[in-house]
């Protein structure tokens, strides 16, 4: 199935008039089951009142007529959960879509207030919760209805008076689900929340699990897990006893119709027709309407906690479809071409009341190479991420080849910015997969071709090429089975298989070795003409190859030049090259005191 998941409406009732079509066949499908069992109710009172009036051999015609509609009251209710469990189900299908189009789109303010926990929780239980109210839920309310619709007219022409003796109790089948049905909608919502609270300590459980075992604290995290789950406990309990006396006393309720209907109807059945009464024929009729009407009032209480869970769900799932994405598309069409110059004028960002760039401004000419060095918390990394406009970009602020990136399609951004970062994170799949992630499929000729270049100039294809199944090797959960260096090599493999016309790299370079970096570093180098590059590093032998290094503290650029201009300089930049060289220095110092001396003859 194909579709455009923006394209998508969010609510219930958007959801409902798209699978309108659905809907309506199911319901006339209902329609015909009810009209159907209807006719059977007249033709058993018209069989029995023959064979109790003398005349059985008038039975046989009806009989026929009940096989028939019998049939036809099969096949109209499979076709009716046809049409509308399928309508629930395509819904889902949608919903959940639509769901991970609006997380891709989410910005970090968001995920700082939801956790992944959570947001599996809403996307897997509430999503299931809504299914079942567009599915079942819609079948019985629909069907309740008919039921009720269908049953009555026999009731009421057979007579008006054993119907309202046996409708006595529906005022209290309708209070006690209106009482009832609110006090489940709050229960089912804290419930849900507190199923997500679950998952999250599971999930951070799961993802940091490397973590609590060196500290040795499972005992704590056990602890952590146990109340969380003992709170899950307690609201599903709670809401296990408002169902739990809901669904009895509107049994009980209904039962006490089914006595009010036998006590009174027996009555009438010892009259005349003609004195009000009625005829064995008549008494059967009604019970079997009363039958059909009354299990779907029971039923109703069912169908009311499936649709206050439903409810529930979607309002958890409503605050993500709610929620206004940081990041925006600009109204400027693709470019052709980008030759990939960066203009960066006046560029400040604040976390909330914290700024961590401050009137931030540098030239890259397209083809060229800058360096952004600092302490720890100087603004690097963000001015790394805005560049890549995976923070919200302040307007007039960042442009590419001369153009506003906020002006930009973020697809156009995307496709020419090319990121890696400094946590490499892989996915649960391939090496190959994991290089050739932007790539429609990874199995081509053409597609191995990019993916082995990649892995070359990050310098990590030896490396791919001796693990047990090559580029096939499965890398395990977020690439637990490499190590750090590796995966951040991958992933700089997978920023370079978009052969991006701008590379920005967030320190991706951090965990190898120097060695190592300097022969990516040459491998990039040699293809400067073709991109622009965006260094961030704390390496100042790495910034030295770029053509301008631009220096950073507290979020404001406090040297810009070249790495011999910034030395002669005497200031920070020039701090941390005699530092790093000190400890380069001392580092050799300490290799070849280990290094073992000559043999004494």
């Known amino acids: 199935m194909s579709l455009d998941p923006g394209a998508l409406p969010t609510t219930l009732g958007g959801q409902f008039k798209r699978h309108l079509g659905a809907y309506v066949a199911g319901g006339v499908m209902l329609g015909v089951f009810q009209l159907a069992l209807n006719r059977i109710d007249w033709l058993s009172k018209a069989a029995i009142d023959d064979v109790f009036g003398g005349a059985p051999e008038q039975v046989t015609g009806p009989a026929l007529w009940m096989f028939g ?90 007579s008006v008076r054993l119907t309202l003796v046996s409708f006595v109790v529906l005022p209290v089948m309708v209070i006690t689900t209106r009482t009832f049905s609110k006090q489940m909608f709050t229960r089912t919502r804290h ?33 952590r897990f146990a109340a969380a789950n003992a709170a899950y406990l307690d609201a599903s309990l709670a809401l296990a006893r408002i169902r739990g006396l809901m669904f009895p006393m509107v049994g009980a309720a209904s039962t006490l119709g089914v006595l009010a209907f036998f006590w009174y109807g027996a009555s009438l059945l010892q009259r005349a027709p003609e004195a009000g009464g009625i005829t064995r024929g008549e008494f059967f009729a009604f019970w079997l309407a009363y039958g059909r009407m009354t299990w779907p009032m029971i039923g109703l209480g069912f169908s009311i906690s499936m649709i206050q ?32 110059s960066i203009s960066v004028r006046g560029l400040s960002f604040s976390y909330g009341d914290r700024k961590v760039v ?93 993916i082995r270049e990649a892995a070359r100039e990050a310098q990590v294809l030896e490396e791919a090429l001796g693990l047990p199944e090559q580029f096939d090797t499965v890398v395990g959960e ?26 920005v790299l967030d320190d991706p370079l951090s965990a ?32 030295a190859r770029c053509d301008a290094i631009v220096v950073l503290d507290e979020g404001r650029i406090i040297e810009q030049g070249t790495h011999d201009a910034l030395v002669q300089n005497g200031g920070l930049y020039a701090a941390f090259a005699e530092e790093q060289s000190a400890k380069s220095e001392l580092d050799d110092l300490e290799a070849d005191a280990a290094q073992p001396g000559p043999v004494p003859a």
């Open 69 to 158: 509609l019998a049939v036809l009251a099969f096949a109209s209710r499979v076709g009716s959960r046809w049409y509308i469990f399928n309508a629930g189900r395509d819904a889902e299908y949608e919903l959940r879509a639509l769901l991970l189009h609006r997380l891709h789109r989410l910005g970090t303010a968001f995920y700082r207030t939801m956790s992944a926990g959570e947001i599996m929780s809403r996307s897997s239980g509430d999503l299931q919760q809504v299914r079942l109210l567009l599915g079942f839920g819609v079948l019985n309310i629909v069907n309740v209805v008919f039921a009720f619709a269908s049953a009555l007219q026999v009731m009421a022409t057979i």
């Open 191 to 223: 419930n849900q929340e507190t199923l997500g609270k679950l998952t999250e300590v599971l999930q951070t459980n799961l993802a940091g699990v490397r973590v609590v075992r060196s500290f040795a604290l499972e005992n704590r995290e056990h602890r």
């Open 358 to 450: 401050d009137d931030v401004s540098f030239e890259v000419p397209a083809g060229k190479s800058i360096a952004l060095v600092g302490r720890t918390g100087s603004g690097k990394s963000t001015i790394a991420m805005l560049l890549a406009r995976l923070l919200p970009t302040p307007a007039r602020a960042v442009f590419v080849d001369g153009n506003d990136v906020c002006d930009l399609p973020l697809s156009a951004v995307r496709a020419n910015v090319g990121y890696a970062q400094q946590d490499a994170f892989l996915f649960s799949t391939t090496v190959s997969r994991n290089v050739g992630f932007s790539l429609d499929e990874c199995d081509s000729e053409e597609a191995t071709r990019k």
């Open 512 to 543: 190898v070795d120097a060695k190592t970096e300097a022969a990516i570093l040459d491998a990039i180098d040699r293809q400067a003409a073709q991109r622009t590059v965006i260094l961030v590093t704390h390496r100042v032998a790495a910034a």
């Open 309 to 340: 869970r439903g409810r529930a769900g979607y309002v958890r799932l409503e605050e993500i479809f709610r929620a206004l994405p940081e990041v925006t598309d600009g109204k400027l069409p693709h470019p052709k071409e980008v030759a990939g």
């Open 478 to 503: 977020r690439g637990v089975q490499l190590s750090g260096g590796q995966k951040q090599r991958i992933a700089l493999a997978r920023a370079l298989v978009r052969e991006p016309k701008v590379l």
